[in-house]
């Protein structure tokens, strides 16, 4: 059995001071949730503060991203270590608005991804499709080509640390949302494609997640389907009653 996994990814939003109210809000709301992970990804300078206040709680904390470098001339880019000293357990690596406002394609996020795993990170890789290509029937290939390319030289033993996390690009913040039957499907693809990777073992047991304008009317159909292990959040993790309804699932 999959442990669940449900994360609120805050992107550029919240100053320090509404960043420690929500959090707050969710650690009193979240005391007796023990069967599922809860991640919060707030802003890099947000991650020192929030992470005082989540020390000890059900709520764990990540980043949004990651440079592949230990240090150097990088200006404005952070480091796993950098990340660790916050507090970070996790982080998001490729995200569709990494891929498409910021051009990072697959060889950046695979080093990004190796550089989280050889900090000790979590890395939670995101793929998914532009509206183009589901339209044209590119859904699998897009999909497995992020996948394969993104591990790429990741060894087996790794897989405990991942997670997958599968956005359709033309969901995320448009309200529009793959039915649960569509995103299962896809993450049943993604399953298959870690199981010829590696093995059905590793595939069985690797946590995908869905993101795609997920709100609390539609967290329980989504959870209710075999394949989806969670979710990553997005607008609907910036308020406590919200996420804490989603965190909250009923499958």
């Not at 990088?74 to 891929?99: D, K, N, P, Q």
Request: proline share 3%; aromatic share 8%; with cysteine.
């Amino acid at each position: 059995m999959r442990r669940a996994f449900i994360g609120g990814n805050w992107k550029m939003f919240l100053d320090r001071s509404r960043a420690v109210e929500l959090a707050t809000a969710l650690i009193n709301g979240t005391m007796d949730v023990d069967d599922r992970d809860i991640l919060i990804y707030p802003a890099f300078p947000l991650l020192s503060d929030v992470s005082q206040i989540v020390k000890g709680s059900k709520v764990q904390l990540g980043a949004q991203n990651l440079f592949f470098e230990k240090e150097g001339a990088f200006t404005g880019e952070v480091s796993a270590e950098m990340l660790l000293s916050c507090g970070c357990g996790y982080v998001i690596i490729g995200h569709s608005e990494r891929r498409h406002i910021f051009n990072e394609k697959d060889e950046l996020i695979n080093k990004k991804v190796q550089a989280a795993l050889a900090s000790g990170l979590r890395p939670v890789l995101c793929v998914g499709e532009l509206l183009e290509e589901r339209e044209a029937g590119k859904t699998q290939s897009v999909v497995k080509e992020q996948t394969v390319k993104g591990l790429e030289n990741v060894l087996p033993e790794s897989f405990e640390r991942i997670v997958i996390a599968y956005e359709p690009v033309w969901a995320i913040g448009t309200g529009k949302t793959a039915t649960p039957e569509d995103a299962d499907s896809v993450h049943s693809f993604i399953r298959e494609t870690i199981s010829g990777l590696y093995s059905d073992a590793i595939a069985e047991s690797l946590r995908i997640i869905y993101g795609g304008s997920v709100k609390p009317d539609n967290i329980d159909s989504l959870m209710a389907k075999e394949n989806i292990d969670g979710a990553l959040v997005g607008g609907a993790s910036l308020k406590s009653d919200s996420f804490l309804r989603i965190i909250k699932f009923e499958s």
